[in-house]
């Protein structure tokens, strides 16, 4: 299984919004509403931000949304702050039953 | 507020085995909806799903690690274990226990702390 395919860093002030792709295939990302994002901060375990295409787990902000479109899923982030610079990482399940995460994206708040 | 905490050496030899173990707390690792995973995440790179595990006891690896990995479960101790076998440097890395919630979309909700394992004579 190939890794999913992020932009490896996007960038944005405090305020606006950000979106970070997530490509995979139809085996993955393209066949199943099971697409995952986290972040991870330095040295820190990563955290779920969001889980199936678009729903947060409690406690995550609601400037964290998620999307799908074909092999292609979607993190905006808006109203950016400066605590979100962080790396982002998508994840799918897949058609053998397994995990593929996305190489990571570093978010820098400028 | 469930927990998970891996345990294991913090340096193996070349062609050794990687033992790694997770110890559950805050809930039963025999739930229905959970599968038992591990990720590692080398020095400065990305996350790789490793595999998981069932509590009965079906097991899913990565297929570029399949020939050397085994992952186990023991619910009377309501613990996970990893072994990774013939490791080189490209095995150094930290190395992830967690939860996979297969009832939301296989999304991992719980995570360990994790553990730096280096791989170095």
């Known amino acids: 299984q190939s890794a999913l395919t992020q932009p490896a860093s996007v960038s944005g002030s405090p305020g606006q919004s950000i979106t970070i792709s997530c490509t995979g295939t139809s085996s993955d990302v393209g066949g199943y509403n099971y697409v995952s994002w986290y972040q991870q901060h330095p040295g820190k375990a990563p955290k779920l931000m969001i889980y199936e295409v678009s729903n947060r787990p409690s406690g995550v902000p609601d400037r964290f949304s998620g999307s799908k479109s074909g092999n292609t899923a979607s993190l905006t982030i808006s109203g950016l702050q400066a605590e979100d610079e962080a790396d982002y990482y998508c994840?799918?399940?897949?058609?053998?039953?397994?995990?593929?995460f996305g190489g990571g994206t570093k978010l820098t708040v400028l | 507020q469930v927990q998970l905490q891996e345990s294991g050496p913090g340096l193996v030899k070349p062609s050794q085995t990687l033992s790694l173990t997770c110890t559950v707390s805050?809930?039963?690792?025999?739930?229905?909806?959970?599968?038992w995973s591990w990720i590692r995440q080398p020095p400065g790179k990305g996350l790789e799903w490793i595999g998981y595990?069932?509590?009965?006891?079906?097991?899913y690896y990565n297929p570029s690690l399949k020939s050397r990995v085994t992952i186990s479960v023991d619910t009377s101790k309501n613990q996970f274990s990893l072994k990774l076998s013939s490791v080189t440097a490209a095995d150094t890395a930290v190395y992830y226990c967690a939860r996979d919630d297969s009832s939301s979309g296989s999304s991992i909700d719980y995570w360990g702390q994790g553990t730096l394992v280096t791989v170095s004579s």
């Open positions: 994840s799918s399940y897949t058609s053998s039953n397994h995990v593929v």
């Open positions: 595990i069932y509590y009965s006891g079906s097991t």
């Open positions: 805050g809930g039963s690792i025999s739930s229905g909806d959970y599968y």
